[in-house]
């Protein structure tokens, strides 16, 4: 589907794979935000299937994500004390 402009952007956020980042990078693209009258971010819920709506997903390497996850909560349990359990 192309985008038609001024629609809405659906952006599916899958854990450890940069979505933070990015979507930081897309509410301050010129180019998205001249595009798309809204932005949204969907993360850990399953997202609303909208038909006059445009969804990007971003995906990873699945073992370098699973190392990435590991790594993260590692790293939490480490130097968190509420994460020891």
Same mark, same amino acid.
């Given at each position: 589907?192309?985008?038609?402009? #001024? +629609?809405?952007?659906? &952006?599916?956020?899958?854990? #450890?794979?940069?979505?933070?980042?990015?979507?930081?990078?897309?509410?301050? +693209?010129?180019?998205?935000?001249?595009? &798309?009258?809204?932005?949204?971010?969907?993360?850990?819920?399953?997202?609303?299937?909208?038909?006059?709506?445009?969804?990007? &997903?971003?995906?990873? @390497?699945?073992? +370098?994500?699973?190392?990435?996850? &590991? @790594?993260?909560?590692?790293?939490?349990?480490?130097?968190?004390? @509420?994460?020891? @359990?």
């Amino acid at each position: 589907m192309v985008a038609n402009y #001024k +629609s809405k952007l659906i &952006f599916v956020h899958i854990g #450890k794979c940069g979505g933070r980042t990015l979507a930081n990078s897309l509410r301050q +693209s010129a180019v998205v935000t001249t595009k &798309f009258s809204r932005i949204d971010r969907v993360h850990v819920r399953k997202p609303v299937y909208e038909p006059d709506s445009c969804y990007l &997903f971003v995906l990873r @390497n699945p073992v +370098s994500r699973a190392l990435s996850v &590991f @790594n993260w909560r590692k790293r939490l349990v480490e130097n968190r004390a @509420n994460q020891k @359990n």
